[in-house]
């Protein structure tokens, strides 16, 4: 560890960076450093020449299982790559890989004879804004099962909050490995990398939730609003909201599970007491930054 003395020029305080640390990162007279605030208080310098640009990843691998494949295409595209090719040695089925749910929500990957091609994949730079457009599909997603029950739409908003999902991830592993600078503290990216799985586990399940349950549905829907308005005034977030979002939660009736469909439902009550409980682990850590 090296302790340096803070010195002093008027009002400003100072220390000087170390000269082989300097030189290490290429950080010259002209050079800009990103500061980080850490939650302890530490201050932490980050060189700007860490916000990298992505690599062109090319794998190769003897595999045929197409599970183990399309974890591998979802590790590829979440990681901050510029572009991914993936060589497959073992003939597979093609169009039961194109078929699979999680690869439908992948943009831009696309299958050529024995490779997996991606040329282009986006970036966002806010995950939060991300999370409150779930939150939004969701809600559509309820309004549409309960009023004009069409099952196309249902499907493609199932899907874009899985891409949703999936874009959070690369968002936040970017930031984490300073390949896209964030506005948001760490703690934040890992709430919301939290709270944007349990949503895509609830949609997953809200689809096979028949029209007829409409008190259900109803209930779920007044649980997304209250959500949905917490997530739009995130800055006023408190622990006394947070409870009483889990109130709202917490007053749908839970059936016991007999079949499929009353499993479907406490799987969404699981997903939604889960995300209440992270907006209080959320707003016990904001009341702590004060």
């Known amino acids: 560890m090296d302790i340096r003395s803070v010195q002093r020029t008027g009002d400003m305080q100072y220390v000087y960076l170390p000269t082989k640390w300097c030189k290490d990162q290429k950080i010259g007279p002209n050079s800009k450093v990103m500061l980080e605030q850490k939650d302890d208080g530490s201050l932490v310098v980050i060189p700007k020449i860490r916000e990298k640009k992505g690599k062109k990843l090319e794998l190769t691998i003897d595999e045929n299982d197409l599970d183990i494949i399309h974890k591998l295409i979802v590790a590829c595209y979440i990681n901050p790559a510029e572009s991914f090719k993936i060589h497959l040695k073992k003939k597979i089925d093609l169009i039961t890989l194109l078929e699979n749910k999680g690869l439908t929500s992948l943009e831009s990957v696309e299958m050529d004879n024995n490779k997996v091609i991606c040329e282009s994949i986006p970036t966002v730079s806010d995950p939060q804004s991300l999370l409150r457009t779930s939150i939004r599909k969701i809600k559509n997603m309820l309004v549409i099962m309960m009023n004009n029950y069409n099952a196309e739409l249902i ?134 930054e004060k």
């Open 155 to 288: 499907a493609r908003y199932e899907d874009e909050i899985d891409r949703n999902r999936l874009l959070i991830s690369k968002s936040v592993v970017s930031a984490l490995t300073y390949h896209q600078p964030s506005n948001l503290k760490t703690i934040d990216l890992y709430y919301i990398e939290l709270i944007s799985t349990y949503l895509e586990g609830l949609a997953d399940h809200l689809i096979g939730i028949e029209r007829t349950d409409s008190e259900f549905l109803e209930s779920i829907r007044d649980a997304v609003d209250a959500l949905q308005t917490m997530f739009e005034n995130l800055g006023e977030l408190d622990y006394m909201k947070a409870i009483a979002l889990l109130k709202v939660v917490k007053k749908v009736k839970t059936p016991e599970v007999k079949d499929v469909k009353t499993y479907r439902k406490r799987r969404i009550m699981k997903y939604l007491e889960s995300t209440c409980e992270i907006m209080l682990d959320w707003s016990i850590t904001k009341e702590i």
